[in-house]
């Protein structure tokens, strides 16, 4: 199986950029769909964005289309989570998840993926 681990998280400001990472050890990466889902206290984890195993496609949520990318380097086993314009609603704890799956398969539920990291948390100040 797969472990993954975040990074990259920070207390940042309304319209600042981050970049969060996704270390992935034990298998390599390139057998996962990945996706990023964000939990803000007292909400449910909402998807945020997906990409698939060879990093052809993505799916974003509405409220982090045109803001966020997401990007995977498999020779490095890590995938990214590029962050603008960031906004104080975008406060939450961040986790990246992986699901082995078809080659150009994105998956936007969380109950689809089988392994997750142990989170970020992403806190932006007015």
């Known amino acids: 199986q797969v472990q993954l681990v975040e990074s990259g998280g920070g207390l940042v400001q309304a319209g600042d950029s981050l970049r969060l990472f996704c270390a992935a050890s034990?298998?390599?990466?390139?057998?996962?769909?990945m996706g990023w889902f964000r939990q803000a206290p007292g909400k449910e984890r909402e998807f945020a964005a997906a990409i698939s195993r060879g990093g052809a496609i993505t799916n974003y949520s509405d409220s982090v289309k045109g803001r966020f990318t997401i990007s995977r380097d498999n020779r490095k086993n890590t995938v990214y989570l590029q962050m603008n314009s960031l906004k104080p609603e975008d406060t939450a704890v961040y986790y990246c998840?992986?699901?082995?799956?078809?080659?150009?398969?994105?998956?936007?539920?969380?109950?689809?993926?089988?392994?997750w990291g142990q989170g970020t948390q992403v806190t932006v100040s007015s």
């Open positions: 998840a992986a699901k082995p799956g078809s080659i150009y398969s994105v998956y936007t539920r969380a109950d689809e993926y089988d392994y």
């Open positions: 034990g298998r390599s990466l390139s057998a996962y769909a």
